[in-house]
């Protein structure tokens, strides 16, 4: 239809010459680099494929199930030798997850700290946050990362180690803590849905009594009152399910050295890898997230809270109901960022001796396909930036300016 | 005149102690309430405690023989080995190469009138004389080295009066003698067949800082414009061109930079003839500017949203085209509100060009480590080597972000 109206303007066309007509270069532009992309790419892909059956690499996915035969450092989820690539892949991704979500959760409350502690009236404690910054912002991660590194590697062996009150070790083996291990797994697993449900309990608690204060203006303690219902019910489940398995759910265990070399068994050890890269990781973010934090409680005008002020709220309030939720707006995005910043710096764990996604990945296609391991790679990191895009998505959602 | 007695000044009492001088600063900024000095008590006490242990660790502990020890290597990596050269000095090529950064800067110094300016030119002149008097011995660093080390100082100076006293004292000038110059230098790196003196050396051999900062220049100078393309491009109203902007930006993003210089060691020389792309540095380069320039485009792209649209309007209604609108009016604007990001993106480059020790290259910190891991007797002073380094890439990012914040300076003069 287009095409036809288009054809029968053409024989009385009299307006602007075809080939400098807007809608005529647009298209051409468009119909261009369209063909030149994928021309471009089809040839990359032919020509890795020709290359592949050439030279008669190995490809396709079958390795998947095949024994990955390869050690793995520190991993998170049971692993052996014998186990599948699919699976071995499944670990490393878990121990990158792992340390994206400590590295995360701990870069988070630095930087806050930090960044809180840059705009204080205090003068030593603002310069304190500045040179904070100035200094890890600006020096390259790896460079910190080879730094904690040879720090961990630096210190004594595990007989000689530092001991703080017993239970915690810290030598070149890495931070062994005490933490709790389940002496019987029925009960471990009754007090775990015990303690999930408390805290499921405990929300819905504090959003009736936050609903209630708000509508009624009545004092309801929402905070003190959901804590204090969660703990109740997680304690009364511990001594429920003590009693009726004769046992309790988790026993402590603490670590100890063993044997004249000194491994240390029981309780758990963070691997000198991974507490390199986790300072390295947190205290690099943790300063890009400060000027976050700074630039985003400074975006609030000083306006609003004199506003809130004048209408009677108190100090914490207007910081809390009117500061605070504005600065919110500004912060998280940039944060979400710098989160996912996080996830795809600790690919550099490789360089220092920890098993993250892309080290395993790096090893792996010494025995199996490359190409098909890239892709599995490039999908891994692709669905934890989308996941992190995602939240930020809701996130902006929930907070978009009504009327806006 | 009116008589003093008419109009008895006012007895003027000073400020009281707590309100001026340094007694006062102390009251307003560091005890002006109960946490505050109690916040100034345990800070001060931390940062005591943390000064004590560090200082005393970098003075009396730390061996830094190391730092000496690998000396012009840090520089230059294996450039001037016998692999890498064999049978002739090659040191004197990056040392000239340098001699050509001096003289921009002693031009930058005298076109922009700037202290930044000043400070950096003199800086690098002091920094590089102040190498030459380093007390090694002669036969580890030759009377060549020293001179030419010396050499910078009279190259800022010559820059300085070449800028000052011709007609190339302009800025146009300089962004031109800056590309031939930088032209010039991968030529003197890199060598040329056939011409004595300038013999080839593979870029397999090219290391330390300086590969560091040809990666971080070269990818500055190509990925503002293709990132300023890009930003365009996912801005444009046909949606063919903005799909393709928005999948190259968001798949680059959505890499780690080390998984993809990965990729591109492995899958391109598998998907482009074998000739066409045996230099793993050429592919490195391009990787890390593809990957800065999806950095930078959005960074663009937020300043052009951020733009008022009746910029664009009133350009329209002038009678602009929309090329005109674009590169006139609204990038110029754009550009200017969002150059702390760009350097900040630009930074972050540099700091990349690191991770070329995946593809096997040995810049500053992989060749230290190599060194590191290689010599047993130096694993000890690990960490003194890199806090070395730290140090080194610390003032390198430092000072960009300074120029940054002068440049933002200037620009606001008129703005506001």
Known sequence: ?404 | MASATDTPPGVVLPPPITERGGVGWAYANLFSTWYNTVLTFIYAALLGVALWFGLSWIVLEADWKVIATLGGRLIIGQYNTEFACPGQNCFWRPQASLLLVSVLLGMAWAVSGDKAAKRIAIGVAAITVAFAFLPYSMDQMGLDVRLLLVANLPAVAAGWVLARYTPLGTVRWIVILGVLFFLVILVLVGGLPGVPGLQPVSTIYWGGLMLNLLLAVTGITLSLPIGIALALGRRSSLPLVKLLCVVFIEVMRGMPLITLLFMSQVLVPLAFPQDFSTNSLFRAGVILTLFSSAYMAENIRGGLQALHPGQVEAARALGLAGWQTTLLISLPQAIRNVIPAIVGQFISLFKDTLLVYIIGMLDVVEFSRAFIQGNAKYLASARELFLFLALVFWIFTYTMSYVSRRVEAHLRVGHR
């Open chain 1, 1 to 404: 239809m287009i095409m036809i109206e288009a054809l029968r303007g053409l024989t009385y066309y009299k307006g602007v010459p075809l080939w400098r007509h807007a809608l005529v270069i647009q298209w051409a532009l468009q119909i261009i680099s369209g063909v030149i992309v994928v021309v471009l790419v089809t040839t990359f892909f032919t020509n890795i494929t020709n290359t592949i059956q050439d030279r008669e690499i190995p490809h396709g996915f079958s390795f998947l199930s095949r024994e990955y035969q390869t050690p793995i450092g520190q991993h998170f989820l049971p692993y052996e030798s014998s186990d599948s690539f699919l699976y071995a892949f499944g670990v490393a991704a878990t121990n990158t997850i792992i340390v994206s979500v400590v590295g995360v959760i701990l870069a988070t409350a630095l930087g806050i700290v930090v960044g809180v502690a840059r705009i204080s009236g205090n003068w030593l404690v603002s310069r304190t946050s500045l040179i904070y910054i100035e200094i890890f912002r600006n020096i390259p991660l790896l460079v910190q990362l080879f730094f904690w590194f040879y720090v961990v590697l630096a210190l004594p062996p595990v007989r000689q180690g530092y001991v703080i009150a017993d239970r915690i070790y810290i030598n070149n083996a890495g931070l062994s803590l005490p933490w709790p291990s389940p002496s019987n797994w029925d009960a471990a697993w009754v007090w775990l849905a015990v303690a999930l449900a408390s805290i499921i309990a405990a929300m819905v608690l504090y959003h009736a009594l936050t609903r209630r204060e708000t509508l009624t203006g009545r004092a309801s303690y929402p905070l003190v009152t959901g804590s204090v219902i969660a703990v109740a019910i997680a304690v009364a489940g511990w001594l429920f399910v003590s009693a009726a398995f004769g046992d309790a759910p988790f026993a402590i265990s603490d670590p100890a050295p063993q044997g004249t070399f000194g491994r240390i068994a029981g309780g758990f050890t963070i691997s000198g890898g991974l507490m390199a890269l986790l300072a390295g990781l947190v205290i690099y973010t943790s300063s890009f997230i400060a000027e976050i934090v700074r630039a985003g409680i400074q975006s609030v005008g000083r306006g609003q809270t004199e506003a809130a002020r004048s209408l009677g709220l108190a100090p914490m309030a207007a910081l809390r109901h009117v500061t605070f939720p504005q600065a919110l707006r500004v912060i998280i995005p940039p944060l979400i960022s710098q989160c996912l910043n996080l996830t795809k710096n600790s690919s550099l764990a490789g360089a220092i001796g920890y098993s993250d996604l892309a080290n395993v990945a790096k090893t792996m296609t010494q025995t199996a396909p490359a190409v098909s391991i890239y892709v599995l790679l490039a999908a891994a990191y692709l669905a934890m930036s989308l996941t992190y895009s995602l939240i930020g998505n809701i996130y902006n959602r929930s907070i978009r300016l009504v009327g806006n």
